[in-house]
């Protein structure tokens, strides 16, 4: 395929913001690419050349990107670097090269999209002496025979910008499109790449074998499934309501892990599918002791426990654990232990169908017993006086709450659904939840902030459905003056708003949406000034939203969305009527 189909395409996706067009555009893409180049294509569109739990990052500097530039278009690097300060992207100064460059064009190949995507796979594996040269060459290739528009895009994958005109759901829409699907075969599309985090490996399926294919993916071993996740309902009346009798769960507020296990070989991923293996040598040792399987997957809450004490630390503690260096040290001097709540698959068996119950028996017959690993704590309850009581045991535990959980559903993977329903304290605000959200702008800083750079933030939730970032607070306080300076080093300036940020308020520092705060506010208000439920309340915002935490553990997809804020506001309302 000529990369110039996917170029136009992408020309035409510039023109409108609507996600439905945009679907249809990547459609038409679609139905003209051939079974050989979709997992290719797929990958591309999404910034990557292998899936991104791979962990290999296309890698290449701008400096060096900028280098490329200049050799191939003649125009000095200076030339470059000015142009590239006026319009804040590398890729649109790609293109501006690129227009004005002399060179005859008679003597180009045509590019293929197989072509760009060996190049960027090999800049992206090379390392060692002379990868910095050869990088600069492979790179330099592709763009000497590109057209402006087509650099344009090679620099957004590079720069990883592709991904900001639309995300992996309007993708996966635009695959069922085209191989004129329904919602029941989208809903199918979406689990495989649920289970499997490769859209790369779903569209080849599905290209190759249709979708009956699609709806036989199961789990594999050392690809992370995307979890599931809790919804909320005010109190213990509702979830009984709701739930009929259940199971509650201690809620332990450390950070979610997977654990794969096959032939003896043990990887552990992050709630946001990283790879963690080399962070935690003392949860590794204890899989090989107590898990009996040949296969399997299951999932976890590692929190840092205080042996001596027998009590549990606070999250503060335990995330230090989530860091590349002095590991052993560090598992030493912090140890954890690992709440397994679910099992996802065992002994080549999908067990994400399962109920609940089946799951639950089959990981406490798996799971032997040991210091290390230990099931989650829990409880049946019928009546909501029951679940009231287990839940304040958790907080005299020191733990957040409880998560109560249907017998009968089925893991929900990647879904937010009333599987589970997460029932915690507050005590000293109307909202009893706190808010992820993600940082999109900033402010500068008074007085001795002036110095940092960093003031004030300007925080988002997550429209899910249109793929944007809706504003919902200012924050200003509850910062450290190292997560001030943390912030300024990495908060990535951007010369304007975003396009997937919609935003009344201006930002003195519009930023890329990549980081997650958890934030804690006294109660959800109305407010004309902020862009989430605009359409819904004509405004929802934040009262005395203060930081809690920094969480590189979520992608900024994972914030809270827009329409769980909505729903919090109404239980808010119902609260204190
Ligand atoms: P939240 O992040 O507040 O939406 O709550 C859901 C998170 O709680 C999950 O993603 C897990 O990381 C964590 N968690 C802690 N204990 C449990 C448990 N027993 N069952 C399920 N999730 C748990």
């Known amino acids: 395929m000529l990369f110039q189909e996917v170029s136009d395409s992408f020309e035409k996706t510039k023109k409108t913001t609507s996600r439905l067009e945009i679907t249809s555009i990547l459609a038409g893409l ?56 006026k319009t804040g992207d590398l890729s649109k100064t790609t293109r501006n090269a690129m227009q004005k460059r002399k060179q005859s064009s008679l003597t180009k190949d045509d590019l293929t999209l197989e072509k760009v ?16 040269e050869m990088k600069i060459k492979l790179l330099s290739e592709l763009l000497s025979n590109a057209r402006p528009e087509e650099a344009e895009i090679i620099m957004k994958i590079i720069t990883g910008k592709i991904s900001s005109g639309f995300a992996e759901q309007t993708i996966i829409s635009a695959l069922n499109e085209s191989r004129e ?39 594999v071993p050392f690809k992370p499934i995307m979890p599931a996740l809790a919804e909320r309902l005010a109190n213990a009346e509702e979830i009984i309501k709701k739930l009929g009798e259940c199971v509650a769960d201690y809620k332990y507020d450390g950070f979610r892990l997977q654990v794969h296990l096959k032939n003896n070989e043990i990887q552990i991923f992050s709630r946001r599918q990283e790879r963690m293996t080399h962070m935690f040598p003392d949860l590794i040792e204890a899989v090989k002791k107590q898990v009996k399987a040949k296969e399997i997957i299951f999932e976890g809450e590692a929190i840092s426990f205080d042996e001596k004490n027998q009590t549990f630390l606070p999250f503060q503690v335990t995330i230090t654990r989530k860091r590349k260096h002095e590991v052993e040290k560090r598992s030493k001097a912090i140890p954890l232990r690992l709440y397994a709540f679910d099992l996802l698959y065992l002994d080549g068996e999908d067990y994400t169908k399962k109920k609940y119950v089946e799951r639950r028996k089959k990981l406490e017959e798996t799971i032997k017993e040991g210091d290390k690993i230990h099931l989650s704590t829990q409880k049946m309850v019928k009546t ?139 109660e959800i208000t109305k407010s004309t000034i902020h862009t989430c439920a605009f359409k819904e309340e004509q405004g929802l915002a934040l009262r005395f939203p203060r930081l809690t935490q920094i969480r590189t553990d979520k992608k900024p997809s994972d914030s809270t969305t827009e329409k769980e804020v909505i729903e919090m506001f109404r239980m808010q309302s119902e609260k204190q009527a």
Do not use: H
């Open 30 to 85: 679609f139905k003209k690419t051939k079974t050989a180049d979709i997992k290719r294509l797929c990958y591309l569109l999404q910034g990557v050349v292998q899936p991104s739990f791979a962990g290999i990052e296309i890698g290449m500097g701008e400096k060096l990107a900028e280098r490329s530039v200049s050799l191939t278009t003649g125009q000095t690097q200076k030339e470059v670097e000015e142009d590239y300060k």
């Open 117 to 132: 995507f060996d190049n960027l796979y090999k800049i992206s594996t090379t390392s060692g002496s002379g990868s910095v």
């Open 181 to 219: 699907g329904s919602k029941e075969s989208q809903e199918e599309l979406e689990r495989a790449y649920y289970l499997t985090s490769d859209l790369g490996d779903v569209a080849e399926v599905l290209f190759n074998k249709g979708f009956e294919e699609i709806k036989k993916v199961k789990p």
């Open 384 to 522: 909501a006086e029951e679940l009231d009581r287990y839940f304040n045991e958790a907080l005299k535990k020191g733990l957040e709450g409880v998560i109560a959980k249907d017998l009968n559903a089925p893991y929900t993977v990647g879904a937010r659904k009333f599987a589970w329903i997460k029932l915690k304290k507050s005590y000293e605000s109307k909202i009893a939840d706190t808010i992820d959200a993600t940082i999109v702008g900033y402010y500068y800083g008074k007085g001795k902030r002036t110095k940092l750079g960093v003031g004030g933030l300007l925080t988002a939730v997550y429209d899910n459905k249109n793929e944007k970032f809706k504003t919902i607070a200012k924050l200003g306080t509850g910062f450290s003056e190292e997560q001030l300076e943390w912030f300024s080093k990495n908060l990535k300036p951007l010369k304007e708003k975003p396009e997937n940020v919609e935003s009344i308020l201006k930002a003195n520092v519009w930023v890329e949406p990549l980081i997650v705060v958890t934030i804690k506010a006294d």
